[in-house]
């Protein structure tokens, strides 16, 4: 039903590096997984168009961006980001 209620809503999806929480959730909850990964990719945005992956986000503009060399689970980008607004080096 979440799922059902995430589709009828059309709202974003959001992950953190969340490639296999997504096939999971396909396989369990919409169907046999497609053969190859362009056949998944049009099947998912066929029900979720609005897909994000923060830490695909992350590691795409840690350094124009971000200006982040750290590292990108969502702890260290935390406090980084965290640092950025209070003005910490």
């Known amino acids: 039903r979440v ?3 995430l589709r009828g809503a059309r709202v974003p999806i959001v992950f ?3 490639l296999l929480d997504l096939l999971h959730l396909y396989d369990k909850f919409l169907g046999d ?3 190859s990964f ?3 990719a049009q099947a998912w945005v066929a029900n979720f168009p609005l897909l994000f992956d923060t830490r695909l ?3 795409e503009g840690r350094y124009q961006v971000l200006k982040h060399a750290g590292g990108l689970s969502l702890e260290e980008l935390h406090r980084h980001l965290m640092s950025l607004a ?3 080096p």
């Open 3 to 5: 799922l059902a209620a």
């Open 16 to 18: 953190h590096n969340g």
């Open 33 to 35: 997984l497609p053969r």
């Open 38 to 40: 362009q056949e998944l």
């Open 57 to 59: 986000l992350a590691q």
């Open 86 to 88: 209070s003005g910490e």
